[in-house]
């Protein structure tokens, strides 16, 4: 029995030797990067929460965020700040590389992660909301009853503006609460949301805006070991010097997400949906353009839904665009130039806020109005141009046809037309040899009549 213990012993520990090497080797903590390169938005408030929930199954010790961005929608911006103040990962901001910045809603999501920094060579700041998309304004056009040029507040912008100074507000409240909750510099994120300030590294970093400044994510991973973090309310000490970064990238439908997202893409989408399913109509059996419009009508459908858009402007685009089909298949150039202007009107109209990377371009929306009522007056001219042709099949088409009668009895007989032999009746005498021609076509039976009078008058 002694034997025996001791053979069972042997064999745990050669078991227990082999195992725990990959066993360890399995429980090595790594940090994970995920770069947000571009303005902010649908397509990176996606990209971001995929990464947390990466970090999160694989139990990453950090979340490396590197930003290089000139902005974005604020829908997507606060969403992203939601998950960094909700995730259990610790969220490392870097700006980055040398050259890059985080502006206007990079700079409110560098404050909210857990830790934040910068390369050398980048800078932050700029974080003035972005005016509510509208109508634009005439060149050098003001308003009769507003306010002066003198008459100006911090942010430069036109006193009196209400809807401005709520949404500045609100921004300096957002920017402030997320400088206490990680015990950053709040007043000089107010100048940067009044003032559209900015900072270089070194004085971010002097400002306290920054923890600290690193030339890469190594060095970035060894600056952050052992700071003491706030992690969805509990307290944390970073373990991250030496870890092994692995880089998270953005598959195939964030990168599909990115484009389609931008509101001229979304834009063009339609137009090519809404053509192509029109052309399915007036060319049965097409099949392609039919397919081809459902799919991008569709996809832009869906990228609208996720862009913060004023659907009475969406209204008047599509207003507009069936205006313009009515008008190729029924010309009346009222209808042409009214869809022209609910396009524009709508194209004016469509987003709620524009933020950078997020705006129409009037060099796209432009040209496609006009590329669109160009369409509808082409296709208007060829369908007047066919309906005042003669029609050349049918009945319409036998209309003023010249027959011979080949037997006639009493008012009905049988005519020679088009090389067949039909039945035919007349309202007057006539008889073989007469010059007749077809008056209506009724059942298979001709209705004719004679062609010249004057010749034939004898006959009568």
Same mark, same amino acid.
């Given at each position: 029995?002694?034997?025996?213990?001791?053979?069972?012993? =042997?064999?745990?520990?050669?078991?227990?030797?082999?195992?725990?090497?990959?066993?360890?080797?399995?429980?090595?903590?790594?940090?994970?990067?995920?770069?947000?390169?571009?303005?902010?938005?649908?397509?990176?408030t996606?990209?971001?929460?995929?990464?947390?929930?990466?970090?999160?199954?694989?139990?990453?010790?950090?979340?490396?965020?590197?930003?290089?961005?000139?902005?974005?929608?604020v829908?997507?911006?606060r969403?992203m700040?939601?998950?960094?103040?909700?995730?259990?990962?610790?969220v490392?901001?870097?700006?980055?590389?040398?050259?890059?910045?985080? =502006?206007?809603?990079?700079t409110?999501?560098?404050?909210a992660?857990?830790?934040?920094?910068?390369?050398?060579g980048?800078?932050l700041?700029?974080?003035? &909301?972005?005016?509510?998309?509208?109508?634009?304004?005439?060149?050098?056009g003001?308003?009769?009853?507003? &306010?002066t040029?003198?008459?100006?507040d911090?942010?430069?912008?036109?006193?009196?503006d209400?809807?401005?100074?709520?949404?500045t507000?609100? =921004?300096?409240?957002l920017?402030?609460?997320?400088?206490?909750?990680?015990?950053?510099?709040?007043?000089?994120?107010?100048?940067?949301v009044?003032?559209? =300030?900015?900072?270089?590294?070194?004085?971010?970093?002097?400002?306290?805006?920054?923890?600290f400044?690193?030339?890469?994510?190594?060095?970035?991973?060894?600056?952050?070991d052992?700071?003491?973090?706030?992690?969805?309310?509990?307290?944390q000490?970073?373990a991250?010097?030496?870890?092994?970064?692995?880089?998270l990238?953005?598959?195939?439908?964030?990168?599909?997400?990115?484009?389609?997202?931008?509101?001229?893409?979304?834009?063009?989408?339609?137009?090519?949906?809404?053509?192509?399913i029109?052309?399915?109509?007036?060319?049965?059996?097409?099949?392609?353009?039919?397919?081809?419009?459902?799919?991008?009508?569709?996809?832009?459908?869906?990228?609208?839904?996720?862009?913060?858009?004023?659907?009475?402007?969406?209204?008047?685009?599509l207003?507009g665009?069936?205006?313009?089909?009515?008008?190729?298949?029924?010309p009346?150039?009222?209808?042409?130039?009214?869809?022209?202007?609910?396009?524009?009107?709508?194209?004016?109209?469509?987003?709620?806020?524009?933020?950078?990377?997020?705006?129409?371009s009037?060099?796209v929306?432009?040209?496609?109005?006009?590329?669109?009522?160009?369409?509808?007056?082409?296709?208007?001219?060829?369908v007047w141009?066919?309906r005042r042709?003669?029609?050349?099949?049918?009945?319409?088409?036998?209309?003023?046809?010249?027959?011979?009668?080949?037997?006639?009895?009493?008012g009905?007989?049988?005519?020679?037309a088009?090389g067949?032999?039909?039945?035919?009746?007349?309202?007057?005498?006539?008889? &073989?040899?007469d010059?007749v021609?077809?008056t209506?076509?009724?059942?298979?039976?001709?209705?004719?009549?004679?062609r010249?009078?004057?010749?034939?008058?004898?006959r009568?």
């Amino acid at each position: 029995m002694s034997f025996a213990r001791v053979a069972l012993l =042997a064999v745990a520990f050669v078991v227990a030797a082999v195992v725990s090497p990959f066993s360890s080797a399995g429980s090595e903590r790594i940090a994970l990067s995920v770069a947000i390169d571009g303005a902010i938005g649908p397509a990176s408030t996606r990209q971001f929460e995929e990464a947390l929930d990466a970090a999160v199954k694989r139990d990453a010790a950090v979340l490396i965020l590197k930003l290089d961005t000139p902005g974005g929608l604020v829908t997507s911006m606060r969403e992203m700040i939601a998950d960094i103040l909700a995730s259990p990962v610790p969220v490392i901001g870097y700006v980055a590389p040398a050259g890059g910045h985080a =502006a206007s809603a990079g700079t409110y999501i560098l404050y909210a992660t857990h830790v934040a920094a910068m390369a050398p060579g980048t800078n932050l700041g700029a974080a003035t &909301p972005v005016e509510m998309g509208g109508l634009p304004s005439l060149p050098g056009g003001e308003k009769d009853n507003g &306010p002066t040029k003198d008459q100006k507040d911090a942010t430069g912008r036109p006193a009196g503006d209400a809807m401005m100074a709520k949404v500045t507000n609100d =921004a300096v409240a957002l920017i402030r609460s997320l400088a206490e909750l990680r015990g950053r510099n709040g007043d000089w994120g107010e100048k940067a949301v009044r003032e559209a =300030a900015s900072l270089s590294a070194n004085a971010a970093l002097q400002e306290h805006v920054i923890d600290f400044v690193a030339r890469d994510p190594a060095e970035l991973l060894l600056l952050a070991d052992g700071r003491t973090v706030d992690v969805a309310g509990r307290k944390q000490v970073l373990a991250t010097k030496g870890l092994p970064v692995e880089t998270l990238e953005p598959g195939w439908f964030i990168r599909l997400l990115a484009v389609i997202t931008d509101p001229n893409t979304a834009v063009i989408l339609m137009l090519v949906g809404v053509y192509g399913i029109v052309f399915e109509f007036t060319s049965p059996g097409a099949v392609a353009p039919g397919v081809i419009g459902t799919i991008c009508i569709v996809l832009g459908l869906y990228a609208l839904n996720l862009l913060p858009i004023n659907y009475t402007g969406l209204a008047l685009m599509l207003l507009g665009i069936a205006f313009l089909v009515i008008e190729a298949v029924n010309p009346t150039v009222v209808l042409g130039l009214g869809g022209v202007a609910a396009f524009l009107l709508g194209a004016a109209m469509l987003l709620k806020v524009e933020g950078p990377g997020f705006a129409l371009s009037w060099a796209v929306i432009g040209p496609a109005a006009v590329l669109t009522l160009g369409l509808a007056l082409l296709t208007g001219t060829y369908v007047w141009a066919a309906r005042r042709n003669p029609p050349r099949i049918g009945g319409e088409a036998m209309r003023g046809l010249p027959v011979e009668i080949l037997d006639w009895q009493g008012g009905e007989g049988h005519v020679l037309a088009l090389g067949e032999r039909w039945r035919a009746r007349a309202d007057e005498p006539v008889g &073989p040899g007469d010059s007749v021609e077809v008056t209506d076509v009724s059942d298979l039976v001709l209705t004719v009549r004679r062609r010249d009078a004057e010749n034939n008058g004898a006959r009568q």
